[in-house]
């Protein structure tokens, strides 16, 4: 019992209540995430959002930010599916539901990320609780960047 609850502490990642984070699906190596376990859906700053279709279903095109830049970056990316959710007011708003790679330390794995205007917010992306459920992961809330840098080398998703 011992050894088990051992290995259980070796395979879980410690992170802090904001993180350097990695989407390369979207071209965004690194940039800062707030970790809200308040949130359900993580939500991504996205400007200039475009839907189109095409035969292989429903897509979007839309332009995040490049930190510490005043540009940004192009993207496309498949639409899952177009969801009501809550505003930081509390307003429900319909947003564009996409699926992307998240890069947190030397791991990788997908998740869902809404597209949203968080132009007047600290933080370009919020990384929900959903994103994180399941993967091992303990947050201290008073701590931060305790991931490190996100792993330019493709690693197996986790």
């Known amino acids: 019992m011992k050894a088990a ?28 995430a707030k970790i809200d376990t308040g949130a359900r859906t993580s939500a991504l700053h996205a400007t200039n959002k475009r839907p189109f279709r ?48 998240l890069v947190l330390g030397g791991r990788r794995w997908p998740i869902e990320v809404s597209l949203a205007d968080r132009e007047n917010m600290g933080f370009e992306l919020i990384l929900g609780r959903t994103a994180v459920r399941r993967r091992r992961i303990v947050i201290d809330p008073g701590r931060s960047y305790l991931a490190g840098l996100p792993a330019s080398a493709k690693k197996k998703t986790t």
């Open 54 to 101: 095409t035969a292989s279903g429903n897509w979007i095109e839309f332009h995040i930010p490049v930190p510490g830049t005043p540009r940004s970056t192009r993207c496309k990316a498949r639409v899952v599916e177009l969801r009501k959710i809550k505003n930081t007011s509390g307003i429900p708003e319909e947003r564009y539901i996409i699926k992307t790679t």
């Open 5 to 32: 609850k051992q290995r259980r502490k070796r395979d879980t990642t410690e992170i802090g209540w904001r993180e350097y984070v990695g989407l390369p699906d979207l071209g965004a190596p690194k940039f800062r």
